[in-house]
């Protein structure tokens, strides 16, 4: 049995306009970076996250693939579990599963306190997402850069999150595609300020300030965090960058308004 997260409320039966606590925590502070676990050193993961927490990340991205809905395979229930017990920040579990309706409620009961699942995966996400709900998790939308706003624009309300992926899931070695950072106001336009917006991919010193400035307030990070020797410090570097992408969004908002 796994140990509930100090962020989960896994007796909620139903969704609700309160705001989730996991969601609650990765807003606190501006935006945040949540450290993709896919990259890390599995041999010592408890040495792995004890750096992650030490660096005052604010919650951890898992990536989870199914070798059918993307060609890659990674982890699944018993490395949710095993995190759970390592740690109490919210884990923020990404299913690139062909069948999440299948799986979703699984992923909660193992430890997540968040779950995505793809539009590309689901001909009706409201029923999981209310699934996902009742099992005591924040529930949210996914989408791929070809997949516009609009096929998920009737299931936002449902949504306390939306992921909008910069690469194509599941596939490595491709660039970030800025192209779909407009879809990020899209959605705040949609669905308000209650929805947590995330990007998830090609997010590195390079590209995490405009991330930002388009109005990402999680932003999913892998080799930038795991291919540096100092994860405090690479964290550290992003945070700064991030500073930089809030304030350009304020100026950019303000000079909207003064229009």
């Known amino acids: 049995m796994s140990t509930p997260s100090a962020t989960s409320t896994h007796s909620v039966a139903t969704h609700s306009a309160a705001t989730h606590p996991a969601i609650a925590r ?3 502070g501006g935006a945040a970076v949540l450290p993709s676990l896919l990259l890390c050193d599995f041999r010592n993961l408890e040495r792995e996250i004890g750096k992650l927490e030490a660096a005052g990340v604010a919650a951890l991205h898992l990536d989870v693939m199914d070798g059918v809905f993307v060609p890659n395979f990674t982890y699944g ?4 579990a095993a995190i759970r017990q390592l740690t109490r920040l919210p884990i923020d579990a990404h299913l690139m599963i062909a069948d999440p309706a299948k799986y979703a409620r699984a992923f909660v009961e193992a430890g997540a306190d968040i779950v995505t699942f793809h539009a590309e995966a689901a001909s009706d996400p409201l029923p ?3 699934e996902i709900h009742a ?12 997949t516009p706003v609009s096929a998920v624009a009737g299931c936002l309300s449902e949504c306390d999150i939306a992921v909008v992926m910069s690469v194509e899931a599941g596939f490595g070695g491709q660039s970030f595609r800025p192209e779909v950072l407009s879809k990020l ?3 705040r336009r949609l669905a308000g300020d209650s929805l947590l917006l995330e990007i998830d991919g090609g997010v590195n010193a390079r590209t995490i300030a405009e991330c930002v400035a388009a109005g990402a307030e999680a932003l999913v990070v892998g080799s930038a ?3 540096q020797s100092d994860y405090a410090a690479a964290i550290s570097g992003l945070n700064q960058l991030i500073a930089a992408g809030e304030t350009a969004a ?6 909207q308004e003064a229009r």
């Open 185 to 187: 106001a899209e959605l």
């Open 128 to 130: 999981i997402l209310a």
């Open 250 to 255: 304020l100026a950019g908002k303000n000079a």
């Open 26 to 28: 990765i807003r606190n």
């Open 225 to 227: 965090i795991f291919g």
């Open 135 to 146: 099992a005591g998790a924040a529930a949210g939308i996914a989408l791929n850069p070809g």
């Open 77 to 80: 229930l018993p490395i949710v």
